[in-house]
């Protein structure tokens, strides 16, 4: 089946601006997890969604971070007022409880901040 | 705070060579580790992972030792190709939450 989606692939925002980024994972998965990778660096944890219920925030950088999945399925990640310490790629991953903890990610979004 | 600390940073093994990653962790909960494989412009991808009931763990060329008591695991790619040049992660989680990364070694095998 599909693997883990995630749009746009690139973006390119001025500093001040918002962005939305979003996350399809494989049908069916009710984990859903957000990570930061900044260029050179392992991925570091954002977020996580179980169904619609966030669990777990604490990886959020600042308030200007703000994460939603409304239906349990697709997800969006919003950057407010973005600054240049924003860029980096940004990575989905989704689980299934039936495959244990292996999570599955997507091809990331690209965010530059100018 | 680096809770998995990750050696070496990069690393040049010839065609047919044995490539070794090692790791270590701090958070004794850690219960999960897997190893992940991203190619530029790619998501990671899980590798092989290991559970730390076990001390060794092999999937056709992938091995994973783990040492509990010393907090240590490291990956070694037998008869490494070319296909092979990435960068890998060795990863820690616990229970179906957060993967904490090391800060990835870049491999380059050479023809």
């Known amino acids: 089946g599909a693997g883990v989606s995630q749009s746009p692939r690139y973006k390119v925002a001025k500093r001040g601006q918002d962005v939305a980024l979003r996350c399809d994972p494989i049908?069916?998965?009710?984990?859903l997890f957000w990570y930061q990778q900044a260029l050179g660096q392992g991925p570091e944890f954002l977020t996580y969604f179980q169904n619609e219920a966030q669990l777990d925030k604490s990886g959020l950088p600042s308030d200007r971070f703000f994460a939603e999945r409304p239906e349990g399925s697709v997800s969006t990640l919003k950057i407010q007022r973005t600054q240049q310490e924003d860029s980096a790629v940004y990575l989905c991953a989704s689980s299934s409880p039936g495959q244990g903890y292996e999570q599955y990610f997507g091809p990331g979004t690209r965010l530059t901040v100018t | 705070q680096q809770q998995v600390k990750q050696s070496p940073q990069s690393l040049i093994v010839q065609k047919g060579g044995i490539s070794i990653i090692n790791c270590a962790y701090e958070n004794t909960a850690f219960d999960y580790f897997p190893w992940y494989q991203q190619f530029p412009g790619k998501g990671p991808a899980l590798l092989i992972a290991i559970r730390p009931d076990v001390s060794e763990k092999k999937e056709g060329r992938f091995t994973i030792s783990f040492n509990k008591s010393a907090k240590q695991f490291s990956l070694h790619i037998m008869d490494s190709q070319p296909g092979d040049s990435a960068t890998y992660f060795c990863v820690a989680g616990t229970g179906r939450r957060a993967l904490t990364f090391g800060s990835g070694t870049r491999l380059q095998v050479q023809p």
């Open positions: 049908s069916g998965h009710v984990s």
